[in-house]
T-cell receptor
Framework: AQKVTQAQTEISVVEKEDVTLDCVYE???????LFWYKQPPSGELVFLIR??????QNEISGRYSWNFQKSTSSFNFTITASQVVDSAVYFC???????????FGTGTSLTVIP | NAGVMQNPRHLVRRRGQEARLRCSPM?????VYWYRQLPEEGLKFMVY????????ESGMPKERFSAEFPKEGPSILRIQQVVRGDSAAYFC????????????????FGAGSRLTVL
């Protein structure tokens, strides 16, 4: 069973619009970690945030914010006032207390149109 | 502070040849992970290594693939007798020793090695 689902394959927005990227996860572990990574056109993966399962506080970092809802098993990512430099593929990932791997979603390709 | 260094960035091989991908972890990191990204897909775990030890190779194909992380030098992912289906981006990541198991650590990824098999 897929552990991380990113249902949005591609999203296009016009610059300065807000955009939310959805992430739904599945785990039986009570201790787990959620991540977002950005993959710009150059190809490397850039770490954005880690959230553990005991911390449901939403987080804001500049134009980025994250909404963690355990009740719906979701960890959504919002970019406010999007910019062209935000164009990238964004991956949500899950790791569990037991185990050594990250489970990645299939990614959401975001295009910000100037 | 150099990040995770992978080379080569691009590698072209013909079917049946061998591919060797190298990864130097971030300074101070002792854990190395390899992931594979197929076109239009997310990253899939392959193997987790510490110096001179393979900790978890549950994601490695049973044949033709091997990985090592020697006491000195970079980690190597080796693919023997490559086939077209091996064409993918191979990412290495590293993490420091941390608490709570491997899953608790933030992975720092390299830029990837893109293998094309003709």
């Amino acid at each position: 069973a897929q552990k991380v689902t990113q249902a949005q394959t591609e999203i296009s927005v016009v610059e300065k619009e807000d955009v939310t990227l959805d992430c739904v996860y599945e785990t039986r572990d009570t201790t787990y970690y959620l991540f977002w990574y950005k993959q710009p056109p150059s190809g490397e993966l850039v770490f954005l945030i880690r959230r553990n399962s005991f911390d449901e506080q939403n987080e804001i970092s500049g134009r980025y914010s994250w909404n963690f809802q355990k009740s719906t098993s979701s960890f959504n990512f919002t970019i406010t006032a999007s910019q062209v430099v935000d164009s990238a593929v964004y991956f949500c990932a899950l790791s569990e207390r037991i185990g050594n791997q990250f489970y990645f979603g299939t990614g959401t390709s975001l295009t910000v149109i100037p | 502070n150099a990040g995770v260094m992978q080379n080569p960035r691009h590698l072209v091989r013909r079917r049946g040849q061998e591919a060797r991908l190298r990864c130097s972890p971030m300074k101070g990191h002792s854990h190395v992970y390899w992931y594979r990204q197929l076109p239009e897909e997310g990253l899939k775990f392959m193997v987790y290594l510490q110096k001179e030890n393979i900790i978890d190779e549950s994601g490695m194909p049973k044949e033709r693939f091997s990985a090592e992380f020697p006491k000195e030098g970079p980690s190597i992912l080796r693919i023997q007798q490559v086939v077209r289906g091996d064409s993918a981006a191979y990412f290495c990541a590293s993490s420091p020793i941390g608490q709570g198991g491997a899953g608790a650590n933030v992975l720092t990824f390299g830029a990837g090695s893109r293998l094309t098999v003709l």
